[in-house]
């Protein structure tokens, strides 16, 4: 269940309780399936200064992105009618899916399911129990994160190095003539990478480039990124193998490629 925002400037959560909602206010799709900790986390963001819609399911949820993509999504891992990450798929599959920043709220705290989250593309993952503040704070960072990198006014495209040519207008990356679908730090990362090929740059160094250094982010989280960057780039041309690994010192993109003719 999801009660969508009246348009009159009231909204209605999943148990009734009817809100004011300033329609400049932005936008954040919470989808909880526990009515406590979706209560606490609407009391949160409301008073601070957003939008809170809240959904209960993921179908709910599906549609409630559909109708009007929202500024941020908080995303359950565990919610009655699918799994969250499957739900984060099918969220990426829609229109401004890509472009929307998603983060994980979740009672599971093991590493691997962070790193799972982060191999997906997820933005953030907040650990349950957490505070209200910190939840708060790092929607407020990653939106931050968002709004910095946002599209460049220039629309030339550049071909940076064969065969990876980078659209900064658009914020699209072409690896030999096909359009990569990348999440927003996957493009950023990608790009750093392409801006200056042959370069070495540390795990440290594309947090604080990439992330901008604003985040609790850890040296996983790049592994992650460039994990499934290669696993897209593979897809297109395998065997290619253009982001590098340089042991004990970071990731740089390759200076010798493929002709690729028949990619």
Same mark, same amino acid.
């Given at each position: 269940?999801?009660?969508?925002?009246?348009?009159? $400037?009231?909204?209605?959560?999943?148990e009734?309780?009817?809100?004011?909602?300033?329609?400049?206010?932005?936008?954040?799709?919470?989808?909880?399936?526990?009515? =406590?900790?979706?209560?606490?986390?609407?009391?949160?963001?409301?008073?601070?200064?957003?939008?809170?819609?809240?959904?209960?399911?993921a179908?709910?949820?599906? /549609?409630?992105?559909?109708?009007?993509?929202p500024?941020?999504?908080?995303?359950?891992? $565990?919610?009655?009618d699918?799994?969250?990450?499957?739900?984060?798929?099918?969220?990426?599959?829609?229109?401004?899916g890509?472009?929307?920043?998603?983060?994980?709220?979740?009672?599971?705290?093991?590493?691997?399911?962070?790193?799972?989250g982060?191999?997906?593309?997820?933005?953030?993952?907040?650990?349950?129990?957490?505070s209200?503040?910190?939840?708060?704070?790092?929607?407020? $960072?990653?939106?931050?994160?968002?709004?910095?990198?946002?599209? /460049?006014?220039? /629309?030339?495209?550049t071909?940076?190095?064969?065969?990876?040519?980078?659209d900064?207008?658009?914020?699209?990356?072409?690896?030999?003539g096909?359009?990569?679908?990348?999440?927003?730090?996957?493009?950023?990362?990608?790009?750093l990478?392409?801006?200056?090929?042959?370069?070495?740059?540390?795990?440290?160094?594309?947090?604080?480039?990439?992330?901008? =250094?604003?985040?609790?982010?850890?040296?996983?989280? !790049?592994?992650?990124? !460039?994990?499934?960057?290669?696993?897209?780039?593979?897809?297109?041309a395998?065997?290619?193998?253009?982001?590098?690994?340089?042991?004990?010192?970071?990731? /740089?993109? =390759?200076?010798?490629w493929?002709?690729?003719?028949?990619?």
């Open positions: 269940m999801c009660r969508y925002p009246c348009p009159a $400037g009231e909204g209605v959560n999943p009734g309780r009817r809100y004011h909602r300033d329609m400049h206010k932005p936008r954040i799709l919470l989808v909880e399936d526990e009515s =406590g900790i979706a209560d606490t986390v609407h009391y949160a963001l409301a008073s601070d200064g957003f939008a809170p819609q809240w959904c209960n399911t179908q709910a949820a599906l /549609a409630a992105f559909a109708q009007q993509p500024a941020l999504v908080l995303l359950d891992v $565990g919610l009655p699918l799994n969250g990450f499957e739900l984060f798929k099918q969220l990426q599959a829609l229109p401004h890509p472009r929307t920043p998603m983060l994980f709220l979740t009672a599971r705290s093991d590493e691997i399911d962070r790193v799972v982060l191999e997906l593309g997820a933005d953030d993952y907040i650990a349950k129990p957490f209200p503040r910190e939840l708060v704070a790092r929607v407020r $960072g990653v939106l931050r994160r968002t709004a910095r990198s946002g599209p /460049a006014p220039a /629309a030339v495209i071909e940076i190095t064969c065969p990876l040519q980078l900064e207008a658009r914020r699209q990356i072409r690896y030999y096909r359009l990569l679908e990348l999440s927003r730090y996957e493009y950023g990362l990608l790009r990478l392409v801006l200056r090929p042959g370069r070495v740059f540390s795990r440290d160094e594309l947090l604080a480039q990439v992330w901008d =250094g604003d985040s609790d982010s850890f040296d996983r989280t !790049v592994d992650a990124h !460039v994990k499934t960057l290669r696993a897209k780039l593979n897809a297109i395998p065997g290619a193998e253009p982001i590098r690994t340089s042991r004990g010192a970071g990731y /740089a993109l =390759g200076e010798e493929p002709l690729g003719n028949d990619r």
